[in-house]
């Protein structure tokens, strides 16, 4: 079972729509990071959480520390916010990032 | 201050061949990490640098892989005698201080 896991793995929204991607880790970490990725493109780091609540403009991380669980949410989403989004860990006394697979999101004009 | 820089941003290799891949990380960023995604999968440690060390290495494979970052000048991942497995895309993060990472755009690696 992979220490971070994602969900969904596929998601497509109409332009508009308010969207929630969810992430569960079965480890100690230091932080949880929220990182977007477009095809063929590199990989852009949203936010770095290590308790409670981030908001940038139309997104917005979450993290419940007691549950191991984040959520990135997307409000009033646009077809430029398609792309792959990617949680990852650093684990607890550990330099390096633990990902999931990441959720492609897909919104549909 | 630009950002982490990389290249090239795209390399093909003959099989058998080598394959260097350059970092230039953000000014006064002494942490260095290459990661590795395959196609259809999710990204990967390799390798962890400072300046002139090798802090963790746990994701390289045991042959054909290396990395340094030397005093001076970027940090290079460099892979001898390529196979058609190596295709990926190799991304370099650098970073401050613990936790924080800042990607590059990656060197997307093809072997023919």
């Known amino acids: 079972k992979n220490e971070v896991e994602q969900s969904p793995q596929n998601l497509t929204a109409q332009e508009g729509e308010f969207i929630t991607i969810n992430c569960s880790y079965s480890v100690g970490i230091s932080a949880l990071h929220w990182l977007q990725q477009h095809p063929g493109g590199g990989i852009v780091s949203l936010f770095m959480l290590s308790s409670g609540k981030k908001k940038h403009g139309r997104l917005i991380a979450t993290i419940n520390i007691q549950e191991k669980h984040s959520s990135l949410h997307i409000t009033a989403s646009h077809p430029r916010d398609s792309a792959v989004y990617i949680c990852a860990v650093t684990p607890g006394g550990s330099e390096k990032l633990v990902f999931g697979k990441g959720t492609k999101l897909t919104v549909n004009p | 201050n630009a950002g982490v820089m990389q290249n090239p941003r795209h390399l093909v290799r003959r099989r058998g061949q080598e394959a260097r891949l350059r970092c230039s990380p953000m000014?006064?960023?002494?942490?260095v990490y290459w990661y590795r995604q395959l196609p259809e999968e999710g990204l990967k440690f390799m390798v962890y640098l400072q300046k002139e060390n090798i802090i963790d290495e746990s994701g390289m494979p045991k042959e054909r892989f290396s990395a340094e970052f030397p005093k001076e000048g970027p940090s290079i991942l460099r892979i001898q005698q390529v196979v058609r497995g190596d295709s990926a895309a190799y991304f370099c993060?650098?970073?401050?201080?613990?936790?924080?990472?800042?990607f590059g755009q990656g060197t997307r690696l093809t072997v023919v």
């Open positions: 000014k006064g960023h002494s942490h």
């Open positions: 993060a650098s970073s401050p201080r613990q936790g924080l990472a800042f």
